[in-house]
């Protein structure tokens, strides 16, 4: 099995930690510029390096870690899925949900995944178990957030900034499409209409050597930044149910918070990273149960565990019934709930059906 990889910046080198720590070997690793990629292959000991899609297919690449800007994703996914290579790409899977559809229909030869990594968090296997056996019967009222402290500024200034290259939204599709994901695996529901509001604060900052600051800043050049770095989402679920979630990327003392909670017709339960060990469960006049793993799984872990079952499946060349990582289709549904959040926020907060 050859494996290789396209980006070489923070989730290129995730994954390559992670695949080297299951003991498979990355032949091969792509980027746009060649000296950079070329002194990213040599410092992490992988033979090749190339900016050409083209050179990993003649050298018969088998799997592919997507790990690019999100403006990237289609090309390079196509051209692997018509080289029968099988393709784990990290989210948002595509930003047009028309090129959704399309990778969708080449992909049916292969493995495929997105690398929603956010599902393999034991607590949160736990609590789809829960809710799939009706112990909280059925889900009404859904309402959480992700927050990070990434964007706040001072913060190092990426291509998440550049719409040409991660897109017209940030904290919506970096950050809220994880949210929105874990609502749709751990209860089933669909999500039919949302209403959104973006902030977009600090649109106006300094460029200083590589980093963004207040305008307040003395040196540096004046940008504009566009895209929302914070977001409130009301969602009309398939069942009749209500959800609502906030979004942030500048909450300082939030590295990397994601919190779910779930009020069901007959209980709740509810879940959240910074207490991983613990998925909480709730009945009217009766004393909270918290189930804590002795096995909980972080973050980190997480990622490991999603790589490895896409692996399995990989290696028997067959999605097994019991996997868990999320689909091609998973993404697209994804993207197509995001393009209404954008849609209504864009609108005065307009309720938009997905579509």
Request: aromatic share 10%; hydrophobic share 35%; net charge negative.
């Amino acid at each position: 099995m050859r494996i290789g990889v396209i980006g070489h910046g923070m989730m290129g080198e995730r994954h390559i930690g992670i695949l080297r720590g299951l003991g498979l070997s990355v032949d091969a690793v792509m980027g746009r510029d060649y000296d950079r990629v070329a002194t990213f292959a040599h410092n992490n000991n992988i033979a090749f390096a190339t900016t050409k899609m083209e050179d990993f297919i003649s050298r018969g690449i088998d799997v592919i870690h997507v790990c690019t800007p999100p403006e990237n994703h289609y090309d390079v996914v196509k051209m692997a899925l018509e080289a029968d290579m099988s393709v784990l790409c990290e989210k948002p899977f595509v930003i047009d949900p028309c090129q959704g559809e399309e990778l969708i229909k080449l992909s049916k030869k292969t493995i495929t995944g997105v690398a929603f990594n956010n599902r393999f968090h034991s607590a949160i296997e736990r609590a789809k178990k829960r809710i799939g056996e009706h112990e909280i019967g059925e889900p009404l009222i859904i309402h959480g957030s992700y927050l990070q402290e990434f964007h706040a500024l001072p913060s190092s200034f990426s291509w998440r900034y550049i719409s040409k290259e991660g897109g017209p939204m940030l904290a919506t599709s970096e950050i809220g499409s994880h949210w929105i994901d874990l609502l749709r695996y751990i209860t089933g529901v669909e999500i039919k209409e949302v209403s959104a509001s973006f902030g977009k604060f600090f649109n106006q900052r300094k460029l200083d050597d590589g980093k963004m600051y207040p305008l307040s800043h003395e040196g540096g050049d004046k940008i504009t930044v566009d895209s929302d770095n914070a977001a409130i989402v009301t969602f009309r679920l398939s069942n009749g149910g209500l959800a609502n979630a906030v979004f942030s990327e500048l909450t300082p003392g939030r590295p990397n918070y994601i919190e779910i909670n779930v009020t069901g017709s007959s209980g709740a339960l509810w879940w959240n990273s910074e207490q991983f060990t613990d998925l909480v469960i709730g009945k009217k006049f009766s004393p909270r149960i918290t189930d804590v793993s002795g096995y909980a799984t972080d973050t980190s872990l997480a990622s490991r565990k999603m790589i490895q079952e896409f692996y399995r499946d990989v290696s028997q060349k067959k999605r097994s019934d019991d996997s868990h990582y999320a689909t091609f289709e998973d993404g697209l549904e994804n993207a197509k709930i995001c393009q209404a959040i954008y849609r209504s926020a864009n609108n005065n907060s307009k309720w938009e059906v997905v579509v």
